[in-house]
Nanobody, 115 residues
């Protein structure tokens, strides 16, 4: 059974940076398409960024040019580098891995952007 565990969240000032990590176990990460989602209080969960098993990336318009998604298949870890953070980036961030009908979610990590 696969498992995803996020880390790296925290409190940061506007304009600051954070790097989120998502460690996978029980699955061969290289076979999976992977993504970061976020959910702010009172809002629906939304896609932030994705990277396919082939390495193709996509980003939500709100984070383009500020966030970078990457993965290390040897370390079985997904990353999200977040720069120039703004208060609207405050949310719980979740990683996701999916392949055909199989899908896994992490437990989430809180990111708070505030002065």
């Amino acid at each position: 059974q696969g498992q995803l565990v996020e880390s790296g969240g925290g409190l940061v000032q506007p304009g600051g940076s954070l790097r989120l990590s998502c460690a996978a176990s029980g699955i061969t990460l290289s076979y999976y398409d992977t993504s970061w989602y976020r959910q702010a209080p009172g809002k629906e969960r939304e896609l932030v960024a994705g990277i396919t098993s082939a390495g193709t990336t996509k980003y939500a318009d709100s984070v383009k040019d500020r966030f970078t998604i990457s993965r290390d298949n040897v370390k079985k870890t997904l990353y999200l580098q977040m720069n120039s953070l703004v208060p609207d980036d405050t949310a719980v961030y979740y990683c996701n891995a999916r392949r055909y009908s199989a899908g896994y979610w992490g437990q989430g990590t809180q990111v708070t952007v505030s002065s």
